[in-house]
């Protein structure tokens, strides 16, 4: 079993081009797969599967997005470059396109509504398009999964991070008290907001898997954060030997850019 992870960014809406606007690329990059023959399957079946690797196709891609804002559920219009077809119909349409064969995104979410409704004047433009009200329409819909990006990313915009730590970094979370805000915090909430499921999955803010989270706070204390993985964004495939704490996932526009390179890259995932 080797499963390449992809993951996009749906507030990466720079223009109307693949390089430029991540839900162009999704939608390009769905047919590659369906071209090339390589299945999509939900984040959490490759996770189940580092215990039981027989359970997936040799073969195989999960896809998930970060941080969560209304870009991946709802259509919406660019204030500049038009209406952006939100990740959950980008989906849905590749299923109608290629009937039987299914499609599934894992939406790592900033957990914290003050967080959020922060950056919603940080990062995008103050409309109000960071809420938490489609989540469990996501998860209705059956092609979305809602885990978790942390309680507020460390983010380097925010006037104050919640656990008092400089942001724009997640390698400092490297004590208990810390962790326990940026990730049992999270969960919580999350499991409150969604109770038809627990959170499983973590991603890593920026990528930053610090050794303190991911030697010692996630393995030794899974018994009280519940959790079975966490994702970092280092471009390796996740297979039966992957240390389940530090598994890789490739990210669009900084691991691949075109149809081209997404191709060389399920190449160089999958020898």
């Known amino acids: 079993m080797r499963a390449a992870v992809l993951t996009y960014h749906s507030n990466n809406v720079l223009g109307h081009d693949y390089a430029q606007n991540d839900h162009v690329a999704l939608a390009s990059d769905l047919a590659t797969l369906a071209a090339l023959r390589i299945p999509v399957v939900p ?13 997936l196709p040799e073969r195989c891609v999960a896809l998930s997005c970060d941080d969560g804002s209304w870009f991946d559920w709802h259509d919406l219009e660019h204030p500049t470059l038009g209406m952006q077809r939100s990740f959950a119909n980008v989906l849905g349409d590749a299923e109608a396109a290629r009937p039987g064969v299914p499609v599934h995104m894992t939406s790592f979410v900033i957990v914290s509504p003050q967080a959020r409704a922060e950056l919603d004047r940080t990062c995008l433009i103050g409309r109000g398009w960071w809420g938490e009200e489609w989540w469990q329409a996501a998860l209705d819909s059956g092609r979305m999964a809602i885990e978790s990006h ?52 973590f991603a890593y803010p920026y990528g930053d898997v610090g050794d303190y ?28 030997r992957s240390d389940r704490w530090r598994l890789g996932r490739y990210v669009c526009g900084q691991h691949w850019n075109s149809a081209e390179t997404l191709e060389a890259l399920m190449r160089d995932a999958f020898g």
């Open 150 to 201: 942390s309680w507020d990313h460390q983010h380097d915009t925010l006037a104050q991070t919640a656990t008092g730590l400089p942001g724009g970094t997640f390698r400092n979370v490297d004590t208990q008290a810390a962790a326990d805000i940026e990730i049992l915090q999270a969960s919580a909430y999350l499991d409150a907001a969604l109770p038809s499921r627990r959170t499983r999955l």
């Open 213 to 240: 989270l991911a030697d010692e706070y996630l393995p030794l204390q899974r018994a009280r954060h519940g959790l079975d993985a966490a994702f970092g964004t280092e471009p390796i495939a996740v297979h039966g």
């Open 43 to 55: 984040l959490q079946r490759v996770v189940d599967a580092l215990d039981a690797p027989h359970t």
